[in-house]
């Protein structure tokens, strides 16, 4: 993967300066025929200008048409240009928490079950900081777009992104996409760095019989870890109101100093996730042509689709510490080693291949189509001090959709089973209604899934890290009813879920998993809902309500609530304004409890969060293709602790503060070259 990466990369960054000068061809935006994980054909035309004295003016030269389709989906998606909401670029959503630093551990507020199937190593506490294949964009472009991000924060915190696609000429788009994050810490020993980056490539024929798609993703977290704050009751008490005078309960004791260039990690946890992923379409179908003024334009109908995919995965998850503590480890932990530095390693590698036939009843609806197809997964683990250990997975798959031509209907069901291997006997069975209900936009999306799947393999044994793995036990099924009602242009949405788990996996203590043997049920209500109250003020209302069976192992807040009131408006022609206060409070809960040595969040019985709601001032402008966000964030902690508004600082686990009052700048600059 490295050789990969030093090779590749310096090809695709010099292709994206060498070709950043030069104006593209216009686009089509045709209906493009696509499967099940299909990213074929954002347009299915193509034209061909006739011998013509008058030379036209080029209407793109000043301009950029732009747009993407995730992995995976049809929905054709423009680019968020709005200013008010600074979570569109910030990593951890305000649904979820870190342990108190950009680039630490991470946990949601919502209750959120796995429901993938296969193969799972069980290391979740840094997905949120993760670039994935499912949020992978592919653009088509008119004209190369570059954009440029940088959030300076309190104490050193920084975070850059970069991204940049471009077409070569109508049937090549490449894009480059990268971010890095650096936190020094809030406390001692907290210093946190993120390294992502991503790369794709789309290529279509000209006669449209044929596209590739290829994706490369290259994840990299560095988190140290302190265990926590020995005393936590000392923040009240500061000479220099720092959380950085106290003492942890991991890393070097004594003073250390911030340093924002530092990304080493002596005691802290290390994520290594690689993915590439090759997608090759080749299609049989009928073919058509349209002339229209002085062009021809081409048009090329699939009726069936052959395609195969190819994924590579290698992950390394870690643990490591050059300067443990005897005394410590027993007294905080309750862990036990005789001497020397502690250190875990898991390595795994998955490559799988994956082919399916796609067959489209009417040419003239590019969203209804059946796939059928099947892969093989073959699964390597080599930990450190364990012997090797390999397996595969069989599996097949079904998929129907049918979107309506007047766009008012959506119907998809899907359904993946796996026939053998060592994962045999997980599934995957889902099925979603959507219906546009009136002409205002006005939707609602019925949904269902049922999920059957075995145990993350870090809790069946399969890991060095000091985990008491239960193998053998029964696989956890999930079964989900969803619903959700809105209207974009009116600003609402309101969504409702309802599930029923048995077997439902998690961990009890931060070594122990375990299995509740009984069923479970959660619902959970939300609503979003944009008030207009005057001309300029806007009040922005987010509300998520949670209830979950007493005798289950899960804690989470009955309440989590985002409310933004905010002076919006277009000023002098290209001034657009956001500038308001936000708060974000979730009712008091038992937050589960996180364990650095296993990097596991645990259910616990023992602490309950006192929390203040978290008030943040914001004002964030966009000036043409300028956008900025100016913060100050943790106003709560403003006040001093005090018996009617309890601790300044919240706590989003025990002995995990979060930072204090903490001031951010960020812009985000787009060129178009």
């Given amino acids: 993967m490295k050789l990969c990466k030093k090779v590749l990369l310096p090809f695709f960054v010099l292709g994206c300066f060498y070709q950043a000068a030069r104006a593209q061809s216009p686009i089509p935006l045709g209906g493009g025929m696509q499967g099940f994980g299909s990213r074929q054909g954002f347009g299915n035309m193509q034209g061909n200008k006739k011998n013509d004295s008058l030379q036209r003016r080029d209407k793109y030269a000043d301009s950029i048409t732009i747009y993407y389709k995730l992995y995976n989906q049809n929905d054709i998606l ?53 670039y994935t294949l499912e949020q992978t964009p592919f653009y088509q472009t008119t004209r190369p777009y570059t954009e440029f991000g940088y959030l300076l924060g309190a104490k050193g915190e920084q975070m850059v992104e970069i991204k940049h696609s471009q077409n070569k000429k109508q049937q090549l788009n490449f894009s480059f996409d990268y971010r890095f994050s650096n936190a020094p810490g809030n406390v001692k020993n907290q210093n946190a760095n993120v390294n992502n980056m991503r790369i794709t490539a789309n290529y279509q024929g000209k006669r449209k019989r044929f596209a590739s798609f290829l994706v490369m993703l ?26 950085y005078e106290l003492e942890t309960r991991l890393g070097v004791s004594g003073s250390s100093f911030r340093n924002p260039f530092n990304t080493s990690i002596a005691t802290g946890t290390k994520y290594k996730q690689n993915t590439i992923a090759w997608r090759q379409t080749y299609d049989f179908g009928q073919k058509d042509s349209i002339v229209k003024d002085t062009f021809v334009v081409h048009m090329f109908y699939p009726r069936i689709r052959f395609q195969n995919e190819i994924k590579i995965q290698t992950s390394q998850f870690s643990f490591v510490d050059a300067n443990p503590s005897k005394e410590g480890y027993m007294n905080y932990f309750g862990v036990n080693y005789d001497s020397g530095s502690v250190g875990y390693v898991d390595n795994w590698s998955i490559v799988s291949n994956e082919f399916s036939i796609i067959s489209y009843p009417e040419k003239n609806n590019s969203n209804q189509f059946l796939q059928l197809g099947t892969g093989y997964t073959n699964m390597t683990a080599t930990h450190n001090g364990m012997a090797s250990w390999s397996n595969y997975n069989l599996y097949g798959m079904a998929m129907y959709k049918n979107k309506t031509r007047n766009q008012l209907w959506d119907l998809i069901i899907a359904g993946k089973l796996f026939l ?3 994962h045999a006997g997980d599934y995957d069975a889902n099925a979603s209604l959507s219906r546009i209900l009136n002409k205002n936009g006005t939707y609602l999306q019925l949904s269902f899934q049922n999920t059957n799947r075995t145990p993350a393999m870090n809790i069946l044994g399969f890991t060095q890290f000091n985990i008491n793995n239960i193998g053998g036990i029964a ?3 999930t079964t989900l009813f969803s619903g959700i009602m809105g209207n974009k242009s009116k600003g609402w949405e309101a969504s409702f879920s309802y599930q029923l788990i048995q077997n439902y996996h998690y961990f009890s203590s931060g070594f122990q998993p375990a299995v ?23 009040w ?15 804690n989470v807040p009955l309440l989590l609530t985002r409310q933004r009131i905010a002076f919006e408006g277009n000023f002098y022609k290209n001034l657009h304004l956001s500038t308001g206060l936000e708060l974000i409070y979730h009712t008091n809960y038992q937050a589960d409890g996180y364990m650095p040595f296993t990097g596991q969040f645990y259910y616990q019985e ?27 964030e943790n106003l709560n902690t403003i006040i001093p602790s005090n018996a009617s508004f309890g601790n300044a600082y919240n706590f989003t686990t025990q002995h995990y503060p979060t930072a204090g009052m903490w001031f951010r700048v960020g812009i985000w600059w787009n060129f178009i070259n």
């Fill in 516 to 538: 509740h043997g009984n069923s479970m049920n959660y619902i959970r209500g939300q609503i979003e809902h944009k008030v207009k109250i005057s001309k300029y003020w806007n």
């Fill in 606 to 632: 023992s602490y309950t969060t006192a929390n203040r709601p978290t008030a943040n001032a914001f004002l964030h402008f966009m000036i043409k293709r300028l956008k900025g966000y100016i913060r100050l």
């Fill in 475 to 477: 696989k956890e099924n």
């Fill in 218 to 243: 290259f994840n990299q977290t560095a988190s140290s870890e302190n265990g926590g704050l020995v005393n936590a009751a000392l923040l009240d008490s500061l000479s220099l109101n720092d959380p």
């Fill in 78 to 130: 423009k680019l968020d240009s709005s200013v008010n909401d600074f979570f569109v670029h910030y990593p951890v959503p305000y649904t979820a928490y870190n342990l108190g630093n950009l680039g630490t551990a991470s946990n949601s507020y919502l209750f959120k079950p796995k429901l993938n199937i296969g193969w799972d190593a069980g290391f979740h506490a840094y997905d949120t900081y993760l």
């Fill in 420 to 422: 053998n291997g060592y």
């Fill in 540 to 554: 922005y209302d987010q509300a998520t309500i949670q209830l979950v069976d007493p005798n289950a192992p899960v």
